[in-house]
């Protein structure tokens, strides 16, 4: 996702240069926000799946998050 937004901020300056067009940036935007979209979806996922896991367990897990920001 990390590479999705740099690639998008590259673009966005081309496309406002008028060096790509709009088809272009077209692509990338929807290329970011859907890895965005499925980066969401999986901590969703993984949220979900470490309170289960808590539940089966009996005890709270500490899941480390520095990442995902």
Do not use: C, H
């Amino acid at each position: 996702m990390g590479n999705a937004r740099i690639n998008m901020d590259m673009v966005e300056a081309e496309f406002k240069n008028g060096q790509i067009p709009v088809s272009e940036y077209a692509r990338i935007s929807e290329m970011t926000s859907s890895s965005e979209a499925d980066f969401e979806t999986a901590r969703s996922e993984l949220t979900t799946s470490v309170m289960i896991l808590e539940e089966m367990v009996g005890f709270k897990i500490n899941v480390s998050n520095n990442r995902a920001k």
